[in-house]
C-alpha cells in the first residue's frame, strides 16, 4: 500500500481527498477502485444512483481480466449471458456469418459477456467502495476550480452543496466530459457524426444453443444495427445511421427504429415477436475526443477523454483499460510530480493506441470494401484470426497481431480498388459500333 500524502489544506473547503473522480460508471470506478489498493483517499462522485440505465451491454473478451482483477469476474458472470462471438450480416437478406473468440489470435479468453448496464455498474461501484473508495451517489459535481496546486470540486447534493479539495481530479464522466474545457476542449469527429436509436424488447425466441448468446450486427442501407441478447429474456437492438437520416425521419422514433428493423431480414427474424419494453431513446452527435487526455492534476478517462462508434462493443473495455492506466498515471503522478509529465504521455500514448486499434477498422466498417472483406473471410496467413483478435480487444496485443492487422490494411486497400475500377467499367457508357 502506498501512504497516503499529508492532506490537503482545506481554507477554500469542507473536506479534502488525494484524488476525486467524477462519474461512477466503468471507467470511474476502475479507476477510483485501484487507486484507492494503492493507499490514496479517493472520493467517487456520482450523480445518479446505482443502480441506473446505461447503454453499451456488449463486452469483449479482453474485459474479462480486467474484472478479474478487480474481483467481480464471477459475480458479473453470474448476472450476465455468455457471448462466444459475433454474427454479422454484411448484405440485407443475404445470410450471416459467424465469428467466434475462441478462433483468434493470440492470447484472449474465448467469450466475452453482455451485461445488464444497471447491475453491471452496480457491482463495480459496490467492488471500488469495498476497496476503500468514498463512493457517493446522487452527488452532481457543479464546477472544477484550480486553486493554486489543488482544486476546488463544488457539488450539489441531496442535502444541500459541499466544496472538496483535491490534489487531483479524474473526470470520468462519460459523455458529459465535465472537464474538457481544462484539457484544451472537445473536438467532434467529422467521419463519425452518427446518431443512435436505441429500445429493450422482450419476448423473444428462447435462447437454445450458445451462439445465441452472440452479439449480431446487421447493415442497413445507411448504417447498421445490433441486437444484443440480455439476462431475463431481453434484447437491446439500436440503429446506428446518419443524422440526416434521423432528420428526415416521418415518424417517432419508435417508428424509425421499427423501419430501420424491418430492413433487416436477419435482425427482423432474431427478433421474432419480441416487443419494446417502453420509448425508443436517442443519442446523437456522438464521435468526439478531447485534446489532451492528461493535464497537471486534470486526466480523463473513458468517454471524457473520447468516444468512437460502438460497432464492435469497444466502449467498456476502453473504459476500464483506460481506467487502468488512467490510475497507475495517477499514482505516478502524485507519488512523484517531477515525473508527472512523463506519466501523462505515457497514458495518452496508451489511450490513443488503444483506440487506434479499433478506429481504423470503425471509420471504414460501412464501405462496399470492408463488407465484402467481412462477407467472404479467409485466413490466408492468420488474417482472419487476426481480425477476430481485434474483435475480441485484443488489436493492440502481440507483434503477430498487429502485423497481420497491417497486411490486412493492404487487403482493404486493394479490395477498395478492384471494386472502384469496377464500378467504373459497370458506369461507363457503351461504345457504339461505328456505323459502316
Ligand atoms: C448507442 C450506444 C451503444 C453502445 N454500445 C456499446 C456496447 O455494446 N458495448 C460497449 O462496450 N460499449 C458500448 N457503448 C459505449 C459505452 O456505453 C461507453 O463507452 C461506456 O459506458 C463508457 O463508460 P464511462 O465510465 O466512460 O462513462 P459512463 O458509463 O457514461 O459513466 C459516466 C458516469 O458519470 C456520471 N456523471 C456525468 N456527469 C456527472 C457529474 N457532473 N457529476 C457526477 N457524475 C456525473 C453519469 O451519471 C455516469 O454514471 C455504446 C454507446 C452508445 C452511445
Known amino acids: 500500500m502506498q501512504p497516503s500524502q499529508p492532506p490537503v489544506a482545506i481554507d477554500f473547503a469542507d473536506e479534502t481527498a488525494d484524488v476525486v473522480v467524477i462519474g461512477g460508471g466503468p471507467a470511474g470506478t476502475t479507476t477510483a477502485h485501484l487507486l484507492a489498493r494503492r493507499g490514496w483517499r479517493v472520493t467517487l462522485l456520482e450523480q445518479a444512483r446505482h443502480p441506473r440505465f446505461h447503454i453499451g451491454e456488449s463486452l469483449l473478451p479482453m474485459n474479462l481480466p480486467i474484472l478479474q482483477r ?4 464471477d459475480q458479473v458472470a453470474a448476472q450476465a449471458v455468455y457471448k462466444p462471438g459475433a454474427e454479422f450480416a454484411p448484405h440485407p437478406g443475404e445470410g450471416v456469418l459467424q465469428f467466434h473468440f475462441d478462433a483468434a489470435l493470440g492470447r484472449s479468453p474465448d467469450h466475452a459477456y453482455q451485461v445488464d448496464r444497471a447491475q453491471f455498474d452496480a ?51 462519460g459523455r458529459s466530459t465535465v472537464l474538457a474545457p481544462m484539457l484544451g ?12 436509436v436505441y429500445n429493450h424488447f422482450i419476448g423473444g425466441p428462447a435462447m437454445a444453443e450458445p451462439a445465441d448468446g452472440n452479439i449480431g450486427v446487421y447493415h442497413l442501407p445507411d448504417g447498421w444495427l ?26 417517432n422514433l419508435d417508428q424509425f427504429l421499427a423501419e430501420q428493423i424491418a430492413a433487416s431480414p436477419e435482425a427482423s427474424q432474431r427478433l421474432g415477436r ?28 473513458g468517454d471524457a477523454g473520447c468516444f468512437v462508434d460502438p460497432v464492435f462493443s469497444s466502449g467498456v473495455y476502453l473504459a476500464m483499460s483506460g ?43 460501412t464501405t462496399p470494401a470492408m463488407r465484402e472483406l467481412f462477407a467472404n473471410p479467409r485466413n490466408v496467413l492468420g488474417l482472419e484470426q487476426a481480425v477476430i483478435a481485434m474483435l475480441a480487444g485484443n488489436g493492440a496485443g502481440s507483434l503477430g497481431i498487429r502485423a497481420r492487422l497491417l497486411a490486412f490494411r493492404a487487403v482493404y486497400a486493394l479490395t477498395a480498388w478492384r471494386l472502384s475500377q469496377t464500378r467504373r467499367s459497370n458506369t461507363q457508357p457503351p461504345t457504339l459500333d461505328p456505323v459502316t
Do not use: M
Open 70 to 73: 478487480l474481483g467481480v469476474l
Open 123 to 173: 457491482t463495480l461501484f459496490h467492488a471500488a467502495a469495498a476497496a476503500g473508495v468514498d463512493c457517493r451517489s446522487g452527488w452532481a459535481v457543479k464546477s472544477v476550480t484550480r486553486v493554486g496546486k489543488q482544486f476546488r470540486v463544488a457539488i450539489k447534493h441531496p442535502q444541500g452543496q459541499r466544496k472538496i479539495a483535491a490534489r487531483h481530479v479524474v473526470d470520468a464522466s
Open 185 to 196: 476542449g472537445k473536438q467532434k469527429d467529422p467521419r463519425h457524426a452518427s446518431a443512435a
Open 226 to 251: 445490433w441486437l444484443i441478447p440480455l439476462p431475463g429474456d431481453r434484447l437491446s437492438v439500436g440503429a446506428v445511421c446518419g443524422p440526416e437520416a434521423l432528420k428526415a425521419r416521418r415518424g
Open 274 to 301: 419480441a416487443k419494446p419494453t417502453g420509448p425508443a431513446q436517442a443519442e446523437g452527435n456522438y464521435s468526439y475526443a478531447v485534446r489532451r487526455f492528461a493535464a497537471p492534476g486534470v486526466t480523463a478517462v
Open 323 to 365: 481506467g487502468e492506466r488512467a490510475a497507475e498515471c495517477v499514482h505516478r503522478s502524485l507519488q512523484a510530480p517531477w515525473l508527472a509529465q512523463l506519466a501523462r504521455w505515457r497514458y495518452a500514448l496508451a489511450v490513443r493506441r488503444l483506440v487506434g486499434s479499433f478506429s481504423w477498422f470503425i471509420y471504414r466498417f
